[in-house]
């Protein structure tokens, strides 16, 4: 099965300042990878996914960005964050369409 | 548009009595329905997935069924280590995005 690594696993950042949250992914190749944020008591809102190198969709326009540089590799970024950017993010992974999707650990972003 | 909802948004059980979990959903075409469960701070682990209506998988005191229309997770004898969050997805056949439900947040007291 897949493994879902994501860093940092909790940081705090000020206003304005940049964001950079990585995912790498082991045991697969070729995933379908997203970007989830997940607030208190609410649902998973999905906000970037890909399908293959450099190829990034979004389904929520806001002030974040997502690339992939690598086959495996998925990172969230900013270039100024915003007090509501605040919230628990979730990487997952999933080998094709229709497979098991595997979650990693999750990042807390506090912005300040 | 597909869409999942579960039921109830929160659950409390005393240890030793068990229950279900509902989880209902529309979709185009069912590919997968996926359950997980998610401890505080963590990311979702995944527990099942069912892909045809009449299936059921077991794991441990988990069990999830499925039907056309709906997927329950049912939990026998439940103990406090079973409390955390249950969250349900769909995957349709058509796409691949999974719609995840809010999810049911279940508290086992001793």
């Known amino acids: 099965s897949q493994t879902i690594h994501q860093w940092p696993a909790t940081l705090v950042q000020p206003v304005g300042s940049p964001l950079s949250l990585e995912c790498t992914v082991e045991g697969t190749s070729n995933p379908n990878l997203y970007w989830y944020r997940q607030a208190a008591g609410r649902g998973l809102q999905l906000l970037f996914y890909s399908v293959g190198i450099g190829q990034i969709s979004s389904e929520v326009p806001q002030n974040l960005s997502a690339s992939r540089p690598q086959d495996r590799q998925f990172i969230l970024s900013s270039k100024k964050l915003l007090l509501s950017d605040s919230g628990f993010y979730l990487c997952?992974?999933?080998?094709?369409?229709?497979?098991?999707?595997?979650f990693g650990e999750g990042s807390w972003l506090t912005v300040v | 548009e597909d869409q999942v909802t579960q039921s109830p948004e929160a659950l409390r059980l005393q240890e030793g009595e068990s229950s279900s979990l509902n989880c209902s959903y529309t979709?185009?075409?069912?590919?997968?329905l996926f359950w997980y469960r998610q401890d505080p701070g963590k990311g979702p682990e995944f527990l099942f997935t069912l892909y045809s209506a009449g299936e059921e998988k077991e794991k441990e005191r988990l069990k999830a069924t499925l039907t056309k229309k709906e997927s329950f997770l049912h939990i026998t004898a439940p103990k406090p280590e079973d409390s955390a969050t249950y969250l349900c997805?769909?995957?349709?056949?058509?796409?691949?995005?999974?719609?995840f439900g809010r999810g049911t947040s279940l508290i086992v007291h001793p």
């Open positions: 997952a992974g999933e080998q094709g369409n229709g497979n098991t999707i595997y």
């Open positions: 979709v185009s075409g069912l590919r997968g």
């Open positions: 997805a769909v995957q349709a056949s058509v796409g691949y995005i999974p719609t």
